[in-house]
């Protein structure tokens, strides 16, 4: 299935990790680009980060240890700094 991520935009794909052993509980992924970019989910594996971020995309894995919502707040902040 692809999803549309729009330009300047980003999302949460805690949902769409659907792998047991998927070493992330949660990806971010940002368009800082000025075209939609069509990803792929739900994610399986590992390799999907690297495919994706040779798309154009800025991917940031989430770890059990990590702060979800920190990361999506810097995230969210380099995005908009960016578009000014």
Same mark, same amino acid.
């Given at each position: 299935?692809?999803? $549309?991520?729009?330009?300047?935009? *980003? $999302? #949460?794909?805690?949902? @769409? &990790?659907? /792998?047991?052993? %998927?070493? @992330?509980?949660?990806?971010?992924? $940002?368009? +800082?680009?000025? !075209?939609?970019? +069509?990803?792929?989910?739900?994610?399986?594996?590992? !390799?999907? &980060?690297? /495919?994706?971020?040779? *798309?154009? *995309?800025?991917? &940031?894995? $989430? #770890?059990? /240890?990590?702060? %979800?919502?920190?990361? %999506?707040?810097?995230?969210? *902040?380099?995005? !908009?700094? #960016?578009?000014?």
């Amino acid at each position: 299935m692809k999803f $549309v991520v729009r330009d300047h935009h *980003l $999302v #949460s794909l805690g949902g @769409y &990790i659907v /792998e047991r052993n %998927f070493p @992330y509980r949660n990806i971010i992924v $940002v368009n +800082k680009t000025d !075209e939609p970019i +069509k990803i792929e989910v739900p994610v399986f594996k590992e !390799e999907w &980060i690297e /495919e994706h971020r040779n *798309l154009g *995309l800025k991917i &940031i894995p $989430v #770890s059990d /240890e990590e702060n %979800f919502l920190t990361l %999506f707040k810097k995230a969210k *902040l380099e995005l !908009e700094k #960016s578009n000014n």
